[in-house]
């Protein structure tokens, strides 16, 4: 399938649209393919990730010291076949 085929992509989540998910908490939805023209699907895989990052500061004494720290998580990476050939 080439790329200009596609019209579209885009997955609809079950859900609120700013709904935010915990650790086993199952997650449903859509993937909406929409193409521009008739074209052969062979195989498709979707691939999502889940990250977090988080930045702050910490001041320390008197002196006005601070502190930079940075975090970051991935909470999963996942590949799934929707179709294979």
Do not use: C
């Not at 449903?28 to 999502?48: C, H, I, N, P, Y």
């Amino acid at each position: 399938m080439a790329l200009n085929s596609i019209k579209s992509f885009r997955l609809e989540l079950d859900g609120p649209a700013d709904a935010a998910f915990t650790g086993g908490e199952a997650v449903s939805g859509l993937v909406v393919l929409e193409l521009r023209r008739d074209t052969r699907v062979q195989a498709m895989k979707v691939q999502g990730r889940g990250a977090a990052t988080a930045q702050w500061l910490e001041n320390h004494g008197v002196n006005s010291v601070y502190n930079d720290y940075t975090s970051k998580i991935t909470y999963f990476r996942k590949r799934q076949h929707l179709i294979r050939d």
